[in-house]
T-cell receptor, first 113, second 113 residues
Framework: DAGVIQSPRHEVTEMGQEVTLRCKPI?????LFWYRQTMMRGLELLIYFNNNVPIDDSGMPEDRFSAKMPNASFSTLKIQPSEPRDSAVYFC???????????FGPGTRLTVL | QQQVKQSPQSLIVQKGGISIINCAYENTAFDYFPWYQQFPGKGPALLIAIRPDVSEKKEGRFTISFNKSAKQFSLHIMDSQPGDSATYFCAARALTNAGKSTFGDGTTLTVKP
């Protein structure tokens, strides 16, 4: 398997623009997680899905952030409008039906100017 | 109660030395304790993991020591190498919490040649 795939790998945008991050989990994995990593706050869980259903979105910073998982092989994290404080590396991870280990993607480095 | 406290924040070790990273938790429902290794520009990847029914697990130069009564676990890296320089995260998962893992804040390890 190719592992968790994320796109784009780098995104530079201006404040106020909409940003969409994409993730393809490992086939057969039931859990999908979105994380944000910054130097100041470390690795933060934003939201996670089980069988395409959002289970816990308590980590989503505010209404500007939204996530969807329309099917088992695709998820998006959208920021609208983006702000400079959203600059971070965003990781997607997936887990098999028994969610012991999380398999992380390579991340998307977002810079909001 | 969901927190996992990790120390130290950073660690510098000479090549060939032993690196030790510690984590403590409060939630007795945690039943799986993985350690992740993250290199710059990459996503975290599972290094080694332990369940609370054993006190130690060893894989090559990496060992997890687990103290259930003290609610502590630690990662030992024997014969540390410059290639081990990375950020290490401990984590804890309770299956009753629907797959969500709690991560420590990370330890940046530098192994000097």
């Amino acid at each position: 398997d190719a592992g968790v795939i994320q796109s784009p790998r780098h995104e530079v945008t201006e404040m106020g623009q909409e940003v969409t991050l994409r993730c393809k989990p490992i086939s057969g994995h039931d859990y999908l997680f979105w994380y944000r990593q910054t130097m100041m706050r470390g690795l933060e869980l934003l939201i996670y899905f089980n069988n395409n259903v959002p289970i816990d979105d308590s980590g989503m910073p505010e209404d500007r952030f939204s996530a969807k998982m329309p099917n088992a092989s695709f998820s998006t994290l959208k920021i609208q409008p983006s702000e400079p404080r959203d600059s971070a590396v965003y990781f997607c991870a997936s887990s098999p039906p028994v969610p012991d280990t999380q398999y992380f993607g390579p991340g998307t480095r977002l810079t909001v100017l | 109660q969901q927190q996992v406290k990790q120390s130290p924040q950073s660690l510098i070790v000479q090549k060939g030395g032993i690196s030790i990273i510690n984590c403590a938790y409060e939630n007795t429902a945690f039943d799986y304790f993985p350690w992740y290794q993250q290199f710059p520009g990459k996503g975290p990847a599972l290094l080694i993991a332990i369940r609370p029914d054993v006190s130690e697990k060893k894989e090559g130069r990496f060992t997890i020591s687990f103290n259930k009564s003290a609610k502590q676990f630690s990662l030992h890296i024997m014969d540390s190498q410059p290639g081990d320089s990375a950020t290490y995260f401990c984590a804890a998962r309770a299956l009753t919490n629907a797959g969500k893992s709690t991560f420590g804040d990370g330890t940046t390890l530098t192994v000097k040649p």
